[in-house]
């Protein structure tokens, strides 16, 4: 698995130049590594190298490899269905993908009942695509505004994804859009939040993610592409 190491190395290296290019310190991002259909051993060997954050978009992946890398950060960056909340509450270190108010209702329904905050993200469908998850940037302000309802959630931040384009540059625009969002609803107080994370940028873009404020990147083929 030579070919992991020499990924690892080339993605560190871009995260540093795009955050030299941007006055950032490397320290402050987070990578999550996307392992959907990487196998578990490919999964450690990729832990051995230092990664400590995984991300995963299905609750089964999560159930099946949980138990065997429990060491690690497990992150739910995948569209997640109410009747699968019960799952991964508690396993998982960060839901990413918090898009509708039934959702954060069962999150917080099941994280009173064994007693725990829940870490999320608001996922807000930046670019408008239909066929993207996400809150409409129109409500993310009552979403926040309603959040003081959730004992046992927390709101740490938000998260998109942007369209899959030619030039990753025509995605600065969307990033830079939930930047500006965050350092907006940061300036004001709400219960239950507290606006530290962007998730944003994966393989394509995660450079300009970066420079637009990113403080997690989200790549799953340049760390685990054999190419």
Known sequence: MEYLKDNLEKVYGRIKKACERSGRNPADITLVAVSKTVDIETVKKAYSLGVTD????????????????????????????????KDI??????????????????????????????????????????????????????????????????????????PLLENPEKARPIFRELANMKNKFSARSYPNVDLKY???????DFEIAIEEGANIVRIGSSIFSEE
């Open 54 to 85: 995984f991300g995963e978009n299905r609750v089964q992946e999560l159930k099946n490899k949980i138990p065997l890398l429990p060491e690690a950060n497990w992150h739910m960056i995948g569209r997640l269905q109410t009747n699968k909340v």
């Open 89 to 162: 509450v508690g396993k998982v270190v960060l839901i990413h993908s918090l898009d509708r108010w039934n959702l954060a209702e069962e999150i917080n329904k099941r994280a009173k009942a064994i007693g725990i905050n829940v870490a999320t993200l608001l996922q807000i469908n930046i670019s408008g695509e239909e066929q993207k998850a996400g809150l409409s940037p129109d409500d993310v302000e009552y979403f926040l505004e309603s959040a003081g309802a959730l004992s046992n959630i927390r709101i740490l931040g938000f998260m998109t994804m942007a």
């Open 198 to 204: 962007l998730s944003m940028g994966m393989s394509q």
